[in-house]
């Protein structure tokens, strides 16, 4: 279930670590859904909403951030 779709594999640890990346992206995400569906479901459209913009906003500005740090470093 968590083999990679596409893999250049020199090594070991490539492979170790696109099926890490890969089943850590899945469960999270699956995660991220569960909850938002179950809060849903209990009636809290509040938090579901709370919920989704703050892991979508938080990781958009993780990306940024990380952008820009990356960019002062080269």
Do not use: K, M
């Not at 509040?46 to 989704?52: D, E, P, Q």
């Amino acid at each position: 279930l968590c083999q990679p779709v596409f893999i250049s594999l020199t090594s070991t640890l490539n492979y170790g670590s696109y099926t890490v990346g890969f089943c850590g992206a899945f469960t999270t995400f699956s995660t991220f859904s569960f909850e938002t569906l179950s809060l849903l479901q209990d009636g809290h459209f509040i938090l579901a909403l709370v919920n989704v913009f703050s892991n979508v906003g938080l990781r958009l500005l993780a990306g940024w951030l990380g952008f820009v740090l990356s960019r002062s470093f080269v």
